[in-house]
């Protein structure tokens, strides 16, 4: 009949559902994407870069080449793979005048094995511990897995010295100021004439330090200073 013909003829004229081929994209513990049904001889279309902390994404690859998303069409399923850069974070170390431990590193990474910072050394001083130059936070070490630009202040405490202060001559006059102070601390020692006598200066073994009766300094080291006197005429 006629109508079957027509069916026949109508069914002969219609394509085919087209091939399609299922994209996976596996991010290597990165951010998820989704995949992509793509038809055959057609191109995939590049996804958003994934992101992954601690790493940089470089490209996708397939069967271990880099895929192409310009050049290259799709002609089976396919997983693409995302590779990654490290990325390298710097540690800055705040020595306030101090030296740094040589064996405390300047970089690290996500996957550096955890780092124990070693002690700085400062002349004079003895180191305390290291902080969080940001947060003021005691840091002893940077962890495996840790993340970021990191910058570090040594604090440090100044070694005790005895400062000893005496008179040349007890008739002729007085003295006070000594004590135990830290290294950086400021010191400050008194000479007090008697009557009939003026004061010639403080003295570091044969070397006068100062002129001036009151006398401050910054102490570095254990000192004895001894006040002269002269006399006053007139």
Not at 150 to 167: D, K, N, Q, Y
Request: hydrophobic share 30%; glycine share 12%; with cysteine.
């Amino acid at each position: 009949p006629l109508t079957a013909l027509l069916t026949t003829l109508g069914s002969c004229g219609t394509a085919p559902d087209p091939i399609k081929h299922t994209i996976i994209f596996n991010s290597n513990g990165g951010s998820e994407i989704r995949s992509q049904s793509v038809v055959h001889g057609e191109k995939i279309k590049r996804p958003a870069d994934p992101t992954k902390t601690g790493y940089e994404f470089n490209n996708w690859t397939y069967k271990g080449e880099e895929w192409s998303f310009i050049g290259y069409t799709c002609t089976e399923d396919m997983t693409l793979d995302a590779n990654w850069n490290l990325i390298s974070y710097s540690i800055t170390y705040e020595l306030d005048g101090g030296v740094n431990n040589p064996s405390n590193p300047s970089f690290y990474t996500i996957e550096s094995e955890s780092i124990t910072l070693k002690d700085a050394y400062k002349d004079n001083y003895r180191f305390i511990k290291w902080i969080d130059a940001e947060t003021g936070t005691d840091i002893t070490s940077v962890e495996k897995g840790s993340y970021g630009n990191l910058t570090v202040r040594a604090v440090f405490e100044g070694l005790p010295h005895t400062i000893s202060v005496v008179s040349g001559d007890t008739t002729k006059g007085t003295v006070s100021g000594g004590g135990t102070f830290k290294t950086g601390e400021s010191v400050t020692v008194r000479g007090s004439a008697n009557n009939g006598y003026g004061f010639e200066g403080w003295y570091d073994g044969p070397t006068r330090v100062s002129q001036d009766a009151t006398y401050t300094f910054i102490c570095s080291k254990d000192l004895t200073l001894t006040a002269k006197w002269n006399f006053v005429i007139g």
